[in-house]
């Protein structure tokens, strides 16, 4: 926790400085509570400023989160582009989906406070802020999406034009799944009473390695049979 008593900051590095307590406060807190429950007065309080001064800042709870967000997401297609370093291109191409589908599912479970802002994406964290936020915002996920399309064409280089909408869609699924299986524990309890309703849990790293790896084969399929997934 950062307790700065408030100065205003007068030089761009003091300005950067205080932007980085903030972003870092907001990051300790996602570790112990839900992206809803993260409030920009309690955020205000840990970080050691009044609330019209952390937007002095940021514009909103929502301009910070999406912030992490895209810092995160860069981060992780760092992470996973080296993980998929070890995917053996002499392999045959199932093998190599499997691996590269492995990599994604070990690298993004570890991530829990990343899958849940990406799942917190369009209904809450792309609200309450400014046109020119979400620009940025959007500008640095075409980013991290360019660098994660390049990640699985270099694993799996049949998926060609396709690779874009795969990649989209496993980044999404990777927050869903994330989503749903952060369960209650009523829920947990409701599991543990019953054992026929285990098949509806969705256990995140298993379920995320399942599904990239049908995306991705199944688009090699519609792609023989003269459909690509990018032609749709």
């Known amino acids: 926790m950062f307790a700065v008593g408030f100065q205003r900051a007068r030089s761009e590095e003091q300005r ?16 112990e509570t839900s992206v ?18 952390v937007l002095r800042y940021f514009e909103s709870r929502e301009d910070v989160l999406l912030e992490l967000l895209d810092r995160w997401s860069g981060e992780w297609v760092v992470e996973l582009a080296a993980a998929a370093g070890t995917v053996d291109p002499g392999a045959d191409v199932m093998a190599r989906i ?32 400014s046109t020119q936020a979400v620009l940025r915002h959007k500008h640095a996920t075409l980013a991290v999406l360019d660098r ?19 990649c989209l869609t496993i980044a999404v699924l990777a927050g869903a799944f994330a989503a749903q299986a952060n369960t209650s524990v009523s829920c947990e309890t409701a599991f543990a009473a019953d054992p026929a309703l285990q098949v509806l849990r969705i256990d995140l790293a298993p379920m995320l390695r399942g599904a990239t790896a049908a995306l991705i084969a199944g688009a ?13």
Not at 114 to 127: F, G, R, T, Y
């Open 16 to 31: 950067a400085q205080r932007r980085e307590a903030i972003l870092a406060t907001a990051a300790a807190m996602l570790d």
């Open 36 to 53: 809803s429950a993260l409030t920009l007065s309690e955020l205000s309080r840990r970080v050691g400023l009044a609330k019209s001064n």
């Open 98 to 129: 499997g691996a590269f589908a492995e990599v994604v599912a070990h690298t993004a479970s570890a991530r829990p406070a990343l899958l849940a802002l990406i799942s917190a994406q369009s209904e809450v964290l792309e609200h309450n802020v």
């Open 148 to 166: 994660l399309v390049g990640v699985l064409r270099g694993a799996v280089p049949e998926v060609g034009d396709a690779a874009g909408e795969l």
């Open 220 to 232: 090699l399929v519609q792609d023989a049979s003269g459909g690509s997934a990018a032609s749709r």
